[in-house]
């Protein structure tokens, strides 16, 4: 069973940064596709923000490219998300998700992590 372990979200000010990371681990060898990070705001859908391929292609939604950027560590199994000129609109849980082949194919989500942007 593969787990994913979100880490460093938090409360900013606007126009600040935050870098959340997220590591994927499992009791046996695992293989990984696509990783990527989501948010859901309070009375809101849950929406992708950015995804990356094994291979570091990525894809962001409008709304935080430029200000955004998704990295990974296939080595460590691991994904990041640097957010720069945090609005409060950005204000949400944000989870990290994994597309899993190996052993078989599933969709692993993490716990989540809080981000608040405010004054």
């Known amino acids: 069973q593969v787990q994913l372990v979100e880490s460093g979200g938090g409360l900013v000010q606007p126009g600040g940064s935050l870098r959340l990371s997220c590591a994927a681990s499992?009791?046996?060898?695992?293989?990984?596709?696509?990783m990527g990070w989501y948010r859901q705001a309070p009375g809101k859908q849950r929406e992708l923000v950015a995804a990356?391929?094994?291979?570091?292609?990525?894809n962001y939604t409008d709304s935080v490219k430029g200000r955004f950027t998704i990295s990974r560590d296939n080595a460590k199994n691991t994904v990041y998300l640097q957010m720069n000129s945090l609005k409060s609109e950005d204000t949400a849980v944000y989870y990290c998700?994994?597309?899993?082949?190996?052993?078989?194919?599933?969709?692993?989500w993490g716990q989540g992590t809080q981000v608040t942007v405010s004054s």
């Open positions: 998700n994994a597309l899993l082949l190996s052993p078989r194919r599933a969709d692993v």
């Open positions: 499992g009791s046996s060898f695992f293989f990984i596709s696509v």
């Open positions: 990356i391929t094994r291979g570091s292609k990525t």
